[in-house]
């Protein structure tokens, strides 16, 4: 489920003036590999489906940077279960916890405020009313960009 919508996140006391008739402005951001960054983490519990067994859940709130079509939240779990052993493998390997081919122990505690890039994809629903709704959300996320190697200046002889 994504949140893709664009406001200013404040809460209001009892005796608030309330006055804006929109939740914010709506953004779909074409498919394609955008920059993230965790905005926030919980700790949930998933309680077994038809597909995989009872496992913990990370809850993550992920703010996609679409650059000048805007920034949007997208909320996207992930289970703690053998059966999501690559995306989570993918997942930490984005945020730089880890490299590929190595063995893992997250490090929770980081997630918050860490950076990655990922693949969004328009997720095609049915409404509560019978139309069509779509969102965006992460298929997968991919590891950093490979370091670019500084030109080689070459040996030349008698050159120091």
């Known amino acids: 489920m994504s949140d893709n ?9 009892w005796d608030s003036e309330i006055k804006n008739e929109s ?5 779909l951001l074409p498919a394609g590999d955008y920059p993230f960054t965790v905005t926030k983490f919980e700790r949930q519990h998933y309680p077994g489906g038809t597909k995989m067994g009872p496992c913990p859940k990370a809850v993550l709130s ?6 000048d079509k805007g920034k949007i939240t997208i909320t996207h779990n992930l289970f703690l279960h053998s059966r999501c052993e690559g995306m989570l493998c993918a997942f930490f390997e984005s945020i730089g916890q880890r490299k590929h081919g190595e063995a893992l ?3 929770w505690g980081e997630v918050v405020g860490s950076t990655g ?4 994809d328009i997720h095609t629903f049915t409404k509560r009313d019978g ?10 996320f991919l590891p950093p960009p ?9 040996w030349t002889q008698g050159r120091f």
Do not use: Y
Not at 23 to 27: A, C, F, L, T
Not at 146 to 154: H, I, L, R, T, Y
């Open 146 to 154: 490979e370091p670019k190697a500084a030109p080689s200046q070459g």
């Open 105 to 107: 122990r997250p490090r």
């Open 117 to 120: 890039l990922c693949k969004v």
């Open 62 to 67: 992920i703010e996609i940077d679409g650059g």
């Open 23 to 27: 939740i914010g402005e709506w953004i």
């Open 131 to 140: 139309g069509e709704g779509q969102s965006n959300e992460i298929k997968r």
């Open 5 to 13: 919508f664009t406001t200013v996140d404040t809460a209001f006391d």
